[in-house]
């Protein structure tokens, strides 16, 4: 099973350069709305070649724009919320350059920072402004950084800066927190790409691996009217640490929610 993984997601890849990336380039710049769908497919095509099922409880908030604020576990934190929906997403300049992810990155409109470069914040959140106020849903990871996904880090107040601006104006997009979580449907598993690691072998074993589910929570959305970023941040960290409170937790009869059996399909 996993060679046919690769070969699936080799060749899914070589389809995408040679037929998706002109298209989605074109509608992208034509303001066409097949953009979307192109998007969410590829993403949902790529999710199910790794071996990773996604499951969203909740839903984002009715009114548009949605500024949704996640925690972040892995590289596939972006391919699973974007099989969901057409996000526009932030991240770091280097993303740009990776393997697959960088292709998927800029398939998605993402937006680019340069880590460290204070001159570079402002041109950020305005093109994040931008991004909201011409109608999308923008997707921040708000640690900085990935993690174990054992605990949610520290959400950095800077991230809410658009927020700040918006609000300023008389402008109140939706703050929609979102909580991921990996699992073997058992129990937690670590999906993350971090450290020595390079990124073939480590795709590789998520192939092996398989059938991980990705478990995404939509939490109610928090309002945003009267409060500084600072307030933001600590509000959306602790309703994402909530959410993964309630999947570690334990369901109506007792059973810890990881440990639910799912019914075999065979």
């Known amino acids: 099973m996993p060679y046919l993984r690769a070969l699936a ?6 389809g995408a350069f040679v037929f998706l990336v002109p298209l989605q380039l074109l509608a992208r710049r034509r303001g066409w709305p097949i953009q979307h769908a192109i998007q969410t497919r590829f993403c949902r095509a790529i999710c ?3 071996g990773i099922r996604v499951e969203a409880q909740g839903a984002l ?28 997403f932030l991240a770091k300049r280097e993303v740009a350059n990776w393997p697959v992810l960088g292709l ?17 914040v402002a041109r950020v959140n305005d093109s994040l402004v931008d991004v909201m106020r011409a109608g999308g849903d923008l997707v921040v ?67 092996k691996r398989g059938r991980a589910q990705c478990q995404i929570i939509f939490g109610a959305p928090i309002e945003t009217k ?9 509000e959306a960290r602790l309703s994402v640490r909530e959410s993964l409170a309630l999947l570690d937790g334990a369901d109506g009869d007792g059973a810890p929610s990881w440990r639910r059996e799912k019914p075999s399909s065979s």
Request: charged share 20%; net charge negative.
């Open 48 to 50: 199910a070649i790794i």
């Open 226 to 234: 009267g409060k500084d970023r600072k307030a933001l941040a600590a």
């Open 61 to 88: 908030p009715s009114d548009a724009p949605r500024f949704v604020v996640a925690n972040h576990v892995s590289w596939t934190d972006i391919i699973a919320l974007a099989s969901l929906s057409p996000f526009v």
């Open 141 to 207: 990871f708000p640690e900085g950084t990935s993690s174990d996904g054992a605990d949610v880090l520290p959400f950095r107040s800077a991230h809410f800066a658009p927020l700040e601006a918006m609000a300023a104006r008389g402008e109140t997009p939706a703050l929609a927190p979102v909580a991921i979580a990996y699992s073997d449907g058992a129990r937690r598993i670590d999906v993350g790409w971090y450290g020595d690691m390079t990124f073939l072998p480590h795709l590789w074993s998520l192939m």
């Open 104 to 120: 998927l990155a800029r398939l998605q409109g993402t937006v680019f920072v340069e880590r460290g470069a204070r001159q570079d």
């Open 9 to 14: 997601f080799a060749l899914t890849l070589a």
